[in-house]
């Protein structure tokens, strides 16, 4: 006996990602349904070989499903989890509306997945932003080997990162520099993405750093360790999918970087690709599609007692979003609906 399922947003970037997921992994599924916008309504969307007619997510009944897995955005969020989690489906969001309630599970199982039990209280778990997502699978085994006392992040997000309206606008801008005739000034992003970087993702905040910014510190604690100091500098790059990372670390103990190239080597949802010469590293382009959290360029920062430095590239549309959701769902059937 499987589960039945619902994916809400499903025809976004990330609700396709997470049908074809599901189907990748074989999640035990005994129904699906796909849902959206009442714009969507009958758009068909894949799961595996077979093709899924859009519904409406505004009149759909989730009495009798399992789990509902939200990727539709804070509004359409507010409304609609709450009446999924009532009628008794457990709601696995990738919004930020419920990462930061204190009765609600914040989850990467690579590093919390016993946090999965506190789900019961609202019926709803939370998926990290994906820029949190990729570093604590990276930071989590270092700092359970040396205790990271503060990091220094400094982000390169991908336009997909800012919905399927994010993609239309670098792939549009980037033509029309080649036909000045047929301008596209700036809609989704705040300056020209194409050929450009922009330094400002989400709201400001009164300290002058940005909503984005804010979400890594938080989350980085809620769900690794609240002791740990973050600060972020997020920024939005001219690439379609994938986001990169460049981290500092600083530790309580001193931590080879050899020692921890091992360490990395042998942790759950880690790919070291970390070789001195041209191309010895990963970027975004080579990471779409995949599963794994890469890590290049692991070194010592020699300017702090006990100090690293690495790279980290991930498929923000994947482990940044809905594989992390599906993985959630899996350690969700396992521990504590146990069917399947
Ligand atoms: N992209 C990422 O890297 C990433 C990472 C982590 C979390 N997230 C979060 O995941 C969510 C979805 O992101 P995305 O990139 O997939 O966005 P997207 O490509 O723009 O897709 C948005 C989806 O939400 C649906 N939707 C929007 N408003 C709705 C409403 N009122 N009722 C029903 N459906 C509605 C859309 O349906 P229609 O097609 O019918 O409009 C579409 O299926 C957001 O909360 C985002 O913050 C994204």
């Known amino acids: 006996m499987g589960y039945r399922i619902a994916v809400v947003g499903a025809t976004g970037n990330v609700g396709r ?4 997921i599901l189907h990748e992994r074989t999640f035990p599924v005994d129904e699906i349904v796909a849902l959206a916008s009442r714009r969507s309504l009958g758009t068909e969307v894949s799961f595996g070989d077979t093709t899924l007619k859009t ?3 505004e009149t759909f009944d989730f009495t009798g499903w399992d789990i509902a897995l939200f990727a539709v955005g804070s509004e359409a969020t507010k409304t609609y ?3 999924a989690a009532k009628a008794g489906c457990v709601v696995i969001d990738n919004s930020s509306l419920y990462r930061y309630d204190a009765d609600v599970p914040l989850i990467v199982p690579e590093v919390n997945a016993q946090a999965i039990h506190g789900y019961s209280k609202k019926n709803i778990i939370a998926n990290p932003n994906c820029s949190t997502a990729q570093m604590v699978v990276a930071l989590k085994p270092l700092h359970d080997r040396a205790r990271i006392k503060r990091v220094v992040v400094s982000t390169y997000q991908s336009v997909s990162g800012a919905g399927k309206e994010g993609i239309d606008e670098l792939w549009d801008q980037t033509k029309s520099i080649y036909n000045p005739t047929d301008s596209k000034p700036p809609k989704k992003f705040t300056k020209q993405i194409a050929f450009n970087v922009i330094p400002h993702i989400d709201v400001f905040l009164d ?4 909503k984005e910014e804010w979400k890594m510190v938080a989350e980085t604690k809620k769900i690794l360790d609240p002791k740990i100091k973050v600060t972020a500098t997020c920024v939005r790059v001219p690439v379609f999918v994938g986001h990169s990372e460049s981290i500092n670390i600083e530790f309580e103990d001193f931590l080879d970087e050899h020692e921890a190239r091992d360490i990395l080597r042998e942790s759950p949802g880690i790919m070291v690709i970390d070789k001195r010469e041209d191309g010895g590293y990963v970027t975004p382009i080579e990471c779409v599609g995949d599963y794994a959290t890469f890590i290049s360029r692991i070194r ?3 300017t702090i007692d006990n100090g690293l430095n690495l790279w980290c590239v991930s498929d923000n549309l994947r482990k940044g979003a809905a594989l992390n959701a599906v ?3 899996e350690v969700l059937g396992r521990e504590c609906l146990k069917k399947g």
């Open 81 to 83: 989890a709450p009446k």
């Open 55 to 57: 519904k409406d997510l």
């Open 207 to 210: 300290d002058g750093s940005t």
């Open 327 to 329: 993985q959630i769902a």
């Open 17 to 20: 990602e997470m049908l074809n």
């Open 300 to 302: 010592q920062d020699s």
